[in-house]
């Protein structure tokens, strides 16, 4: 994981050939805009993992349906 805070990011490919892509990616605005997608990234992860849970227990709760034989 490269996250925006870490020495990780200072020390990549992009950084070593490119000087202009440097100075582009180690700007503030850049690092918080990375961070901000991975937290939402994050948070939707997690609401989507709560609703197929609640899904599921829906699932297990219901009774079961009638026998629609004829």
Not at 9 to 24: A, E, K, R
Not at 43 to 64: F, K, M, N, S, W
Request: charged share 15%; net charge negative; aromatic share 10%.
């Amino acid at each position: 994981m490269v996250a925006p805070w870490t020495n990780f990011w200072n020390i990549n490919v992009f950084f070593d050939g490119h000087p202009s892509v440097q100075d582009f990616l180690a700007s503030p605005f850049v690092r918080g805009a990375v961070s901000g997608v991975g937290g939402i990234t994050a948070l939707a992860g997690v609401a989507e993992l709560a609703t197929a849970i609640v899904a599921r227990h829906r699932e297990e709760d219901q009774p079961p349906a009638p026998n629609a034989e004829l």
